[in-house]
């Protein structure tokens, strides 16, 4: 069963500014990722954040996780058209803990 | 390159043959999964294989049937497969549990 859902499904920004992307999920959490996928290839690690934490940075990425609305935020900030990609959380599952459920993914395009 | 190796990295077969994908990873992890990726779908957890063992089964078509002959090994043999079958298909592992995955560069499959 689908576990995360990002919104916008789809952001079209301009190169330099920030672009931010939300996901909300359904059930209880022990850690939350967020992936990128450039076109037609594999996922690429960006950042994970636990659940007892709220925020957490890596370079031009800032990730929050608020536990209580169930949903997470990826902000990336002074975007660069090599940031366009489908961005993607994923959840584990407290039942299973190898069971790692992604969303439906934000397409970014960053415009030159 | 992520340190996980798909073969091959297209293929295009008829619903009465017999292929099979390959996934190879020197990581050193002890969890292994396939993933389906279709068109304007998230990502379809198939398959969990934690030190050999199979631990999901994600109600996946027995036309579809993945082996683990050892940690670093994983393969998904199709047969008699349909063409909404057709996707690409995606091979990670990680560590332990569902921390940091580590994604090939998947397999396209057309099925005609």
């Known amino acids: 069963s689908q576990q995360g859902e990002e919104d916008p499904q789809a952001l079209s920004i301009q190169e330099g500014e920030n672009a931010t992307m939300n996901c909300s999920y359904k059930t209880s959490i022990n850690n939350l990722q967020w992936y990128r996928q450039n076109s037609g290839r594999g996922l690429v690690h960006l950042i994970l954040?636990?659940?007892?934490?709220r925020e957490k940075h890596s370079g031009r990425l800032r990730v929050t996780l608020d536990t209580s609305k169930k949903s997470s935020s990826l902000l990336i900030t002074a975007s660069r058209a090599a940031d366009t990609a489908s961005y993607f959380c994923a959840t584990d599952d407290a039942d299973s803990s190898y069971k790692l459920i992604f969303g439906s993914g934000t397409r970014l395009l960053v415009r030159p | 390159e992520t340190g996980v190796t798909q073969t091959p990295r297209h293929l295009v077969m008829g619903m009465t043959n017999k292929k099979s994908l390959k996934c190879e990873q020197h990581?050193?992890?002890?969890?292994m999964y396939w993933y389906k990726q279709s068109a304007k779908k998230p990502l379809e957890l198939m398959f969990v294989?934690?030190?050999?063992?199979?631990?999901e089964n994600n109600s996946v078509p027995s036309r579809f049937s993945p082996e683990c002959p050892n940690s670093s090994h994983l393969f998904l043999h199709l047969h008699t497969l349909q063409p909404e079958d057709s996707a690409l298909y995606l091979c990670?592992?990680?560590?332990?549990?569902?921390?940091?995955?580590?994604f090939g560069q998947g397999t396209r499959l057309t099925v005609v």
């Open positions: 294989y934690n030190f050999k063992e199979q631990t």
């Open positions: 990670a592992s990680s560590q332990e549990g569902a921390t940091e995955a580590f």
């Open positions: 990581l050193g992890h002890n969890a």
């Open positions: 954040i636990r659940s007892n934490e």
